[in-house]
């Protein structure tokens, strides 16, 4: 575990005020229903999290070490959607591909 947090803090997004799941690329469909189906609140704090670290980019600073995100704020919060929408598209597809015998 002091390597997990050593790992973690040398990664730098903690810094930035973001999370783990707000890294994830949101590229594919899974992804984009994951954040589809996150709450309002969950929605908007992602965003507002994204867009100050990308202001920090821009301007090369860090944020305040007070509002860095703690190890204990650092909790999954889409990673569970993912999982929950990648079975449902696997049980779609084997719905689909149902063949019936008569």
């Known amino acids: 575990m002091p390597l997990a947090s050593w790992h973690a803090n040398a990664a730098g997004y903690r810094q930035l005020g973001l999370r783990y799941d707000d890294l994830l690329p949101e590229e594919s469909d ?8 996150l709450p309002a609140k969950e929605a908007y704090d992602r965003i507002f999290r994204i867009r ?27 990673s569970n959607i993912i999982v929950e929408v990648e079975k449902e598209k696997k049980e779609r597809e084997e719905l689909d591909n149902l063949v019936v015998k008569k």
């Open 30 to 37: 899974t992804v984009q229903t994951a954040i589809k189906r």
């Open 52 to 78: 100050r670290a990308f202001q920090c980019s821009l301007s090369h600073t860090l944020l305040p070490p007070a509002d860095h995100t703690k190890p204990e704020d650092d909790v999954p919060y889409l």
